[in-house]
Nanobody, 129 residues
Framework: QVQLVESGGGLVPAGDSLRLSCVAS??????????MGWFRQAPAKEREFVAG????????YYTDSVKGRFTISRNYLKNTMYLQMNSLKPGDTAVYYC????????????????????WGQGTQVTVSS
C-alpha cells in the first residue's frame, strides 16, 4: 500500500523552480514522528540521496550537487514535507521519491535507502535546456 504521496513535479525550463510536497496516505504514518528524506532516480541511474531532514531539530543535509539550490523542510501543522528546488538544471531530471525513517535509523545523517522504512511512488521532474 502507498504510505507516502508526492506531488508537485512537472516539466520546466532550466533556471526555473518547483516545490515538491510529501504527505502521509491513509493515516498509516505521521511524518512528524520521523526523520525524512528525498531521493531521486534518473533513467539508467541508481537511486541517489538528495536531501535529509532530522526528526530531532529539523536540521538539514544535502548531496553536494544540490547544495545552495534545494531546501528540504517540514510543516508540522500540515503534516507535510517539502523540497523547494531552485535554479533547476537538466541534470536534476529524475523521478523524485519522499521517504521516512525512524529517528537515528542508520545514524543521524543517513543517506542510505535501506535506512528508510516508508516510501512514496514518486513524482516526475523534467528540466529542459
Amino acid at each position: 500500500q502507498v504510505q507516502l504521496v508526492e506531488s508537485g513535479g512537472g516539466l520546466v525550463p532550466a533556471g526555473d523552480s518547483l516545490r515538491l510536497s510529501c504527505v502521509a496516505s491513509g493515516g498509516t504514518i505521521n511524518i512528524n514522528n520521523y526523520a525524512m528524506g528525498w531521493f531521486r532516480q534518473a533513467p539508467a541511474k541508481e537511486r541517489e540521496f538528495v536531501a535529509g531532514l532530522l526528526w530531532e531539530d529539523d536540521s538539514t543535509y544535502y548531496t553536494d550537487s544540490v547544495k545552495g539550490r534545494f531546501t528540504i523542510s517540514r510543516n508540522y501543522l500540515k503534516n507535510t514535507m517539502y523540497l523547494q528546488m531552485n535554479s533547476l538544471k537538466p541534470g536534476d531530471t529524475a523521478v523524485y521519491y519522499c521517504a521516512a525513517r525512524p529517528p537515528m535509523s542508520g545514524g543521524l545523517w543517513s543517506r542510505r535507502e535501506e535506512d528508510y522504512e516508508f516510501w512514496g511512488q514518486g513524482t516526475q521532474v523534467t528540466v529542459s535546456s
